[in-house]
């Protein structure tokens, strides 16, 4: 029978059990073994989809189902992981190999020295460090205004907070390409200090802390924290520094890992922006520097270090997937 | 002085020290550059000589620049492709998704990861894959099939449509997660009411699920828009521009008005006028939300 393929799940008899309500089975089924199986995995009643379990009963929607979902799966494996899987073996063939016959799912011969001297030869090494110091900067700086300001914004709510909030808000609406030029200029001459940051990382640093998504984020999170466990922090003396050190920001763990994560990951993406502040190639994160590379090495050695550039990006994402899947997006933050 | 003294001891000091770093990095990298945007538009700048007021003259310099309708010809085909190609896709995939009862979380993984591949590395992947000789990687696939061998980003028809292929492909792992999200939280209330009339399933998704997601398509409708017409990183790295200004977007255009042409104020006045449509699209995004949250 068609459903012997889900031997696993039954393997563990009542690891899906618990939860379900038994009003949930449908009552007029033959196969017994069938309705213990939707009885087990039937979604709690809030959980339901479109389609209804009497709908999952019938032969046509069931296979329809089946066929849908190996279309997506064989789809989604094509589209999202065929290339990234082709970048992989790419990078260890010989730029022969990639040239003549690209989707040859073997190469003639495995060049795992591709790796090394892109690692070494096109300074991948180098570019590689900048985006991680790059990316460190941003990330420190992105938390210190997050923190602190939806600190103040959320527990300590000083008189002008209305205010403060509104012109941090108002940020959002206006897009990033708006203040790219004003912004240029700002950095080549920071008005009161008289300093050019042009091709020094804090032309990247400083401007990421301006993010106000960031700042509301964390403010709404803070909003929602106990502010009876606050009262009782400063009874016992706490001032607001201690307060934040040692009370907030142990119990905002959880949106300061989300900020951090996506701080990285964007600060890894960001292209214009460190285009246009770091005209110092030995400055320059692999963003901006893959495109000058892929004009002076050879083909296969590109294809590595391309790989090389994808790898950290993507074992974040792996290492941190739920949180991603979970926060993915606006969505998240929208409702929130 | 009775005033200073009690709002030096209610911890104005350190609210005012806590908050620096957002009045700093925001005071001169958002509030003062927004604020100077508007102040440029209507000066030359060029860095070497003092800002001068000239009135409208950069209003005039980019709407007389005959790349100007070229570039929102393009930006506007641009969004136009990406709907088309990208709106339906996420949609039908998380519909479809919700309804899989086991290896959800493989799918979203699968669905996300183009997602965390980095811009600049996705784009020149993409741009090797659309090489135009029989043995380019999509010519070959489509090889196999008898179809072929395009131009792909060297024609300057389908320079635009390949672009966006490459963009969808890159955002729509994004869009299928929040729909995914947004699927849980449609009452299941509503579809057990329309059981009991009989509804079958394609009734439910157009007069259940979809009405239900009327709030959030819209959202994803508009930062769609919004980020589409910002469109800069794909064009610059894989065409150029190119060939024949066939890809010569908004976005492309302030970057040479600047960094090519040292004209930073045509740069400014065009941002602005990019600024004032894109205002227009995130009020409407504004007010969605704020009835979408408070429903």
Same mark, same amino acid.
């Given at each position: 029978?068609?459903?012997?393929?889900?031997?696993?799940?039954?393997?563990?008899?009542?690891?899906?059990?618990?939860?379900?309500?038994?009003?949930?089975?449908?009552?007029?089924?033959?196969?017994?073994?069938?309705?213990?199986?939707?009885?087990?995995?039937?979604?709690?009643?809030?959980?339901?989809?479109?389609?209804?379990?009497?709908?999952?009963?019938?032969?046509?929607?069931?296979?329809?189902?089946?066929?849908?979902?190996?279309?997506?799966?064989?789809?989604?494996?094509?589209?999202?992981?065929?290339?990234?899987?082709?970048?992989?073996?790419?990078?260890?063939?010989?730029?022969?190999?990639?040239?003549?016959?690209?989707?040859?799912?073997?190469?003639?011969?495995?060049?795992?020295?591709?790796?090394?001297?892109?690692?070494?030869?096109?300074?991948?090494?180098?570019?590689?460090?900048?985006?991680?110091?790059?990316?460190?900067?941003?990330?420190?700086?992105?938390?210190?205004?997050?923190?602190?300001?939806?600190?103040?914004?959320?527990?300590?709510?000083?008189?002008?907070?209305? *205010? @403060?909030?509104?012109? &941090? +808000?108002?940020?959002?609406?206006?897009?990033?390409? #708006? /203040?790219?030029?004003?912004?240029? $200029?700002?950095?080549?001459?920071?008005?009161?200090?008289?300093?050019?940051?042009?091709?020094?990382?804090?032309?990247?640093?400083?401007?990421?802390?301006?993010?106000?998504?960031?700042?509301?984020?964390?403010?709404?999170?803070?909003?929602?924290?106990?502010?009876?466990?606050?009262?009782?922090?400063?009874?016992?003396?706490?001032?607001?520094?201690? *307060? @934040?050190?040692?009370? &907030? +920001?142990?119990?905002?763990?959880?949106?300061?890992? #989300? /900020?951090?994560?996506?701080?990285? $990951?964007?600060?890894?993406?960001?292209?214009?922006?460190?285009?246009?502040?770091?005209?110092?190639?030995?400055?320059?994160?692999?963003?901006?520097?893959?495109?000058?590379?892929?004009?002076?090495?050879?083909?296969?050695?590109?294809?590595?270090?391309?790989?090389?550039?994808?790898?950290?990006?993507?074992?974040?994402?792996?290492?941190?997937?739920? *949180?991603?899947?979970?926060?993915?997006?606006?969505?998240?933050?929208?409702?929130? | 002085?009775?005033?200073?003294?009690?709002?030096?001891?209610?911890?104005?000091?350190?609210?005012?020290?806590?908050?620096?770093?957002?009045?700093?990095?925001?005071?001169?990298?958002?509030?003062?550059?927004?604020?100077?945007?508007?102040?440029?538009?209507?000066?030359?700048?060029?860095?070497?000589?003092?800002?001068?007021?000239?009135?409208?003259?950069?209003?005039?310099?980019?709407?007389?620049?005959?790349?100007?309708?070229?570039?929102?010809?393009?930006?506007?085909?641009?969004?136009?492709?990406?709907?088309?190609?990208?709106?339906?896709?996420?949609?039908?995939?998380?519909?479809?998704?919700?309804?899989?009862?086991?290896?959800?979380?493989?799918?979203?993984?699968?669905?996300?990861?183009?997602?965390?591949?980095?811009?600049?590395?996705?784009?020149?992947?993409?741009?090797?894959?659309?090489?135009?000789?029989?043995?380019?990687?999509?010519?070959?696939?489509?090889?196999?099939?008898?179809?072929?061998?395009?131009?792909?980003?060297?024609?300057?028809?389908?320079?635009?449509?390949?672009?966006?292929?490459?963009?969808?492909?890159?955002?729509?792992?994004?869009?299928?997660?929040?729909?995914?999200?947004?699927?849980?939280?449609?009452?299941?209330?509503?579809?057990?009411?329309?059981?009991?009339?009989?509804?079958?399933?394609?009734?439910?998704?157009?007069?259940?699920?979809?009405?239900?997601?009327?709030?959030?398509?819209?959202?994803?409708?508009?930062?769609?828009?919004?980020?589409?017409?910002?469109?800069?990183?794909?064009?610059?790295?894989?065409?150029?521009?190119?060939?024949?200004?066939?890809?010569?977007?908004?976005?492309?255009?302030?970057?040479?008005?600047?960094?090519?042409?040292?004209?930073?104020?045509?740069?400014?006045?065009?941002?602005?006028?990019?600024?004032?449509?894109?205002?227009?699209?995130?009020?409407?995004?504004?007010?969605?939300?704020?009835?979408?949250?408070?429903?």
């Amino acid at each position: 029978m068609n459903h012997l393929v889900r031997t696993p799940e039954r393997a563990r008899p009542g690891a899906a059990s618990t939860g379900t309500p038994p009003s949930k089975a449908p009552e007029t089924r033959r196969h017994t073994r069938r309705r213990l199986r939707t009885a087990r995995r039937a979604p709690a009643p809030e959980e339901r989809g479109v389609l209804s379990e009497f709908d999952r009963d019938r032969a046509a929607v069931r296979w329809g189902l089946r066929i849908a979902q190996a279309l997506v799966l064989v789809g989604l494996i094509a589209a999202s992981l065929g290339p990234m899987l082709w970048l992989a073996k790419a990078a260890i063939s010989t730029t022969q190999d990639t040239l003549r016959e690209p989707l040859a799912l073997w190469p003639s011969g495995i060049q795992w020295e591709n790796l090394a001297t892109a690692w070494n030869q096109a300074e991948i090494n180098r570019y590689f460090l900048n985006t991680v110091w790059v990316a460190t900067g941003s990330w420190f700086f992105q938390l210190l205004v997050a923190t602190t300001g939806g600190y103040v914004l959320a527990v300590l709510r000083p008189r002008f907070t209305k *205010l @403060l909030t509104g012109a &941090v +808000l108002a940020t959002l609406f206006v897009p990033g390409v #708006v /203040v790219l030029v004003p912004l240029f $200029l700002t950095v080549l001459d920071v008005p009161l200090f008289g300093v050019s940051l042009l091709n020094t990382y804090w032309a990247v640093w400083l401007p990421a802390g301006a993010n106000a998504f960031n700042v509301l984020l964390v403010k709404r999170f803070m909003d929602n924290l106990p502010r009876d466990v606050f009262e009782a922090a400063r009874v016992d003396g706490a001032g607001p520094f201690r *307060l @934040l050190l040692f009370v &907030v +920001l142990p119990m905002s763990k959880p949106i300061l890992g #989300v /900020v951090s994560i996506f701080a990285v $990951l964007h600060a890894w993406k960001d292209f214009l922006w460190p285009l246009i502040v770091l005209p110092e190639p030995q400055l320059q994160p692999l963003s901006v520097r893959l495109p000058v590379i892929r004009d002076t090495v050879t083909l296969d050695v590109f294809l590595a270090s391309l790989l090389i550039s994808t790898l950290l990006p993507i074992a974040i994402f792996l290492i941190f997937q739920r *949180l991603f899947l979970r926060n993915a997006g606006l969505g998240n933050a929208v409702k929130a | 002085m009775h005033a200073t003294v009690r709002w030096v001891r209610s911890g104005g000091i350190s609210t005012l020290i806590l908050l620096l770093p957002l009045l700093l990095t925001f005071g001169y990298f958002a509030w003062f550059p927004i604020g100077n945007a508007v102040v440029m538009s209507f000066q030359e700048t060029n860095l070497v000589d003092e800002p001068t007021w000239i009135g409208l003259d950069n209003f005039t310099t980019i709407f007389g620049d005959p790349l100007f309708w070229t570039s929102v010809r393009n930006t506007v085909y641009f969004t136009f492709l990406a709907l088309l190609f990208g709106y339906p896709v996420p949609l039908v995939l998380a519909v479809l998704m919700s309804e899989f009862r086991r290896g959800l979380g493989l799918y979203s993984m699968l669905a996300y990861l183009p997602v965390v591949v980095p811009p600049v590395v996705a784009v020149l992947l993409w741009r090797f894959f659309y090489d135009a000789s029989t043995t380019g990687v999509f010519n070959t696939i489509l090889g196999w099939v008898g179809l072929g061998p395009f131009e792909w980003i060297q024609s300057a028809s389908m320079a635009m449509p390949s672009l966006v292929l490459q963009a969808t492909w890159a955002n729509a792992g994004a869009t299928v997660i929040i729909y995914l999200a947004a699927l849980t939280s449609v009452r299941a209330e509503l579809y057990d009411a329309v059981e009991v009339d009989g509804a079958g399933i394609w009734y439910k998704i157009w007069h259940v699920t979809l009405p239900q997601l009327r709030h959030i398509l819209l959202i994803t409708l508009i930062l769609q828009v919004i980020a589409t017409f910002q469109i800069f990183t794909e064009p610059f790295l894989m065409t150029g521009g190119g060939p024949n200004n066939a890809t010569t977007t908004i976005l492309l255009q302030i970057y040479n008005y600047a960094f090519r042409f040292g004209d930073y104020g045509a740069a400014t006045a065009l941002s602005l006028v990019l600024a004032v449509f894109l205002a227009i699209m995130s009020a409407i995004y504004f007010r969605a939300t704020r009835s979408w949250s408070t429903s």
